[in-house]
Nanobody, 129 residues
Framework: QVQLVESGGGSVQTGGSLRLSCAASGRTESVATMAWFRQVPGREREFVAAIGWSGYTSGNVRYSDSVRGRFTASRDNTKGTADLQMNFLRPADTASYYC???????????????????WGQGTQVTVSS
């Protein structure tokens, strides 16, 4: 089992920044891919970014087109967290943000929510105009 806890959500104005963190515990040595997704009520969970955590995709970082150039996903080995630095935020970024973990190195399917076995509880990000 892997437990994930997100933190760092909040409310900002357009153009502002927030940094999310995801703390993992449990069988973390088995995690191969970490990712961030977001969801608004009534819509499907949307891929944001993925980080190759171990295995042959280790170190690879992938982004959705909607956040590339504004968001940066990274790994903090000291803290053992997956972080998401969000800059130039827009109202369209308003959503609940979820951290996810997979025990599989996801080379081509990293954007599919169904490929992740473990999820955090989510943290709300609200961007006002």
């Amino acid at each position: 089992q892997v437990q994930l806890v997100e933190s760092g959500g909040g409310s900002v104005q357009t153009g502002g920044s927030l940094r999310l963190s995801c703390a993992a515990s449990g069988r973390t040595e088995s995690v191969a891919t970490m990712a961030w997704f977001r969801q608004v009520p009534g819509r499907e969970r949307e891929f944001v970014a993925a980080i190759g955590w171990s295995g042959y995709t280790s170190g690879n970082v992938r982004y959705s087109d909607s956040v590339r150039g504004r968001f940066t996903a990274s790994r903090d080995n000291t803290k053992g967290t997956a972080d998401l630095q969000m800059n130039f935020l827009r109202p369209a970024d308003t959503a609940s943000y979820y951290c996810a973990a997979s025990l599989v190195s996801l080379k081509n399917t990293f954007a599919s929510a169904s490929r992740y076995e473990y999820w955090g509880q989510g943290t709300q990000v609200t961007v006002s105009s």
